[in-house]
């Protein structure tokens, strides 16, 4: 079984910064692809942005330039780092994850419980 876990979520003013961690555990053997999701009020989860091993981030237009999206294989981690936060930011964050078990194994695709993001202008 694998679980994601995200933190560093919560309340910020317009313009300053948050750091989100998503926390891989379980029975892993690889994770090929690592994303982070945004579900803002009365909208569907949209990409914000995306990284596979051994590649550089993909950001969505409404956030490129702010947002980066990095990861650390050794331990399982994928974080974002968001800079100059707009109130249009708001939503609740989830990280995703493709995720191989064992060596013979496909990937699977998990997602996080999700973590809440408001920016207050």
């Known amino acids: 079984q694998v679980q994601l876990v995200e933190s560093g979520g919560g309340s910020v003013q317009a313009g300053g910064s948050l750091r989100l961690s998503c926390a891989a555990s379980g029975a892993i053997f690889s994770i090929n692809h690592m994303g982070w999701y945004c579900q803002a009020p009365g909208a569907q989860r949209e990409l914000v942005a995306d990284i596979i091993v051994g590649g550089s981030g993909n950001y969505a237009d409404s956030v490129e330039g702010r947002f980066t999206i990095s990861r650390d294989d050794a331990n399982n981690m994928v974080y974002l780092q968001m800079n100059s936060l707009k109130p249009e930011d708001t939503g609740v964050y989830y990280c995703?994850?493709?995720?191989?078990?064992?060596?013979?194994?496909?990937?699977?695709?998990?997602w996080g419980q999700g973590t809440q993001i408001t920016v207050c202008s």
């Open positions: 995703s994850e493709d995720v191989r078990t064992g060596a013979a194994r496909p990937s699977r695709q998990y």
